[in-house]
């Protein structure tokens, strides 16, 4: 299947509270080689049936998948701090709930400022939008 890989630059304005401060100071120095599931986006659960995921690749790349479409880019971190946008995405139609929640996250994703792990060893990225990730469950070995 040929895939349309474009970059998504959203110029969607999300209203959003200040950071709650749910994140503890225990920022990792490498996301390599983790990957993770969303949780919560700004204290909600994530909306539809698709939940959006993130993966580090060992060479610093970020992908996932938005809830309809996937997405990768190389994120810029520097300590806590991390910027991912702009990022490339397929450009599947998503509609309902799993479309609100993809325009949402790739929103948010691209507006993230930093990151910790917090005391239950949740990712949390934040700048004014809040987007909780636990980490993601590993396939059983076959």
Known sequence: M?????????????TACAG???AS???TASLNGTSWTLVEIDGREPAG???PTLAF????NVSGSAGCNTF????TIEGSSISMGPLGTTRVACSGAAGLTETAF???MNEVESFAIDSQGRLVMEDG???VFEPAEEAPAS
């Open 129 to 131: 939008v809040v987007l």
């Open 72 to 75: 990768m880019g190389t994120p």
């Open 57 to 60: 690749d060992e060479a610093g």
């Open 20 to 22: 709650t401060g749910t």
């Open 2 to 14: 040929k895939r349309v890989m474009a970059f998504l630059v959203l110029g969607v304005a999300l």
């Open 106 to 108: 790739l929103a948010a």
């Open 25 to 27: 100071s225990h920022a």
């Open 49 to 51: 049936d698709a939940v």
